[in-house]
């Protein structure tokens, strides 16, 4: 099976991440690396505004607005008001996780498999805020998880927040059906898309939920420090913004002491900000936007199945990951029988020049498949295990 099947000239792809001539990359769940003309136009705008500042004529400002509308449309939003810039998708999950008006006893149902953007801010706010939060154990299945759901809630139940796929297992969820049962039981909805934005298709309308949050530094190949934040428009007011500053309020009146937000996305947004770095992500989207998206998900998905099988064949790896890529994405975890995870990655990394990610909570190996990545690519890490550990 040959990467082309997949959609995508991989050596074309390949010649513009000059890194991969060095190393094997196969760790863009954890950072993802810019094409060279991506970073080129991010390096011009940076350039252009540091050195320059008003001089600059605003370049990065109209990149920033153009890169805001071309999201809402990659993830299916209303339109761009929905749309708010962060730093990351941890921000994204702060803003709603701080905006909510919590009482001692309220509830959030999340999952046993969320990255520490989530639990860590749901266990400060159990021990400062006296918020209670309830751990359900994964599952791919609709009929499952909705057993789940309805086992945890109660009367207090106020937020459900989960991945849409978890970054331990590359896990996808049900979360339209997850979505719809919070909405019937007038429950809100917060789904972390750290690891879904450039690797598989989301509507979010479709999917219903009322609020996303994902990263520009990871599957979308952007800056470090970028990231964006997706409310409904109509539940967006239900979030009080933590931090006000000039540009997050529609109406103000110094004197008469009055402020009020903006009643869209921009009301998370204030004062000078990283502006060259948007308008960086969105020189990543039109990298993207060259190759095609649907050629981009539909090599995610050969190459996730063609490690998936390569792994299958190996009796002293155990898969985690859901073997049907429904209900997985372009992560994938596996155990390494007798083996420290954490040992074998760092071998692969000075002896092999092999980048993975480790799943302590499992003494896994995590692998991110990208758009850029190659069956080459998964035969050399094959390789490199049946010598250190098959």
């Given amino acids: 099976m040959g990467t082309e099947a997949a959609g995508l000239l991989s050596e ?6 000059p890194v991969l001539k060095e190393v094997v990359y196969l760790n863009v769940g954890t950072y993802g690396i810019m094409p060279q003309s991506a970073f080129a136009e991010f390096q011009a705008m940076l350039t252009d505004f540091e050195t320059r500042g008003v001089a600059a004529g605003g370049r990065s400002g109209k990149g920033t607005e153009d890169t805001r509308a071309r999201l809402a449309k990659l993830i299916g939003a209303a339109g761009p008001e929905e749309i708010a810039f962060t730093r990351n998708a941890t921000d994204g999950i702060n803003l709603v996780l701080a905006g909510l008006d919590w009482q001692p006893g309220d509830e959030v149902i999340t999952t046993d498999e969320e990255h520490e953007a989530l639990n860590h801010p749901l266990s400060y706010l159990h021990t400062h805020r006296g918020l209670n939060f309830k751990r359900l154990v994964v599952s791919p ?22 991945s849409f796929v978890t970054c331990e297992t590359g896990t996808r969820l049900p979360v339209k059906a997850i979505c719809q049962w919070a909405a019937e039981h007038n429950v809100l ?20 939920c009322d609020f996303y949050t994902s990263n520009g530094h990871k599957w979308l190949s952007g800056p470090k420090g970028t990231g964006f934040f ?5 539940k967006l007011e239900l979030l009080s913004p933590a931090h006000v500053g000039a540009g997050s309020l529609e109406k103000v009146d110094v004197p008469a002491g009055y402020g009020e ?39 995610v998905h050969t190459l996730n199945d ?29 155990v390494i029988e007798e083996h420290e995870a954490q040992q074998v990655a760092n071998m692969l990394r000075e002896q092999k020049k092999i980048y993975t990610r480790v799943v302590p909570h499992y003494n896994a ?26």
């Fill in 189 to 208: 909805s917060l789904l972390d898309g750290a690891q879904v934005s450039g690797a598989i298709p989301i509507d979010v309308q479709e999917i219903g």
């Fill in 306 to 334: 063609y490690l998936k099988a390569r792994i299958l064949e190996r009796p002293y790896l155990k898969l985690l990951s859901p073997v049907a890529f429904e209900q997985s994405s372009g992560l994938t975890s596996f």
């Fill in 141 to 162: 299945e609709a009929d499952v998880m909705l057993a789940r759901l309805n086992e945890a809630y109660s009367p207090k139940t106020r937020l459900v927040a989960m």
């Fill in 261 to 299: 937000p903006f009643h869209s996305g921009q009301r998370f947004e204030f004062g000078t900000r990283a502006w060259s770095g948007t308008a960086g992500l969105g020189a990543a989207l039109d990298w993207f936007e060259g190759l095609g998206w649907d050629n981009v998900y539909r090599h």
């Fill in 12 to 17: 074309q792809v390949r010649d513009a991440y």
């Fill in 230 to 234: 997706y409310g409904k428009r109509e």
């Fill in 365 to 390: 190996m995590r692998v991110a498949t990208a758009h850029f990545n190659s069956t080459q690519d998964i035969d050399t890490l094959m390789a490199a295990l049946d010598e250190i550990c098959g």
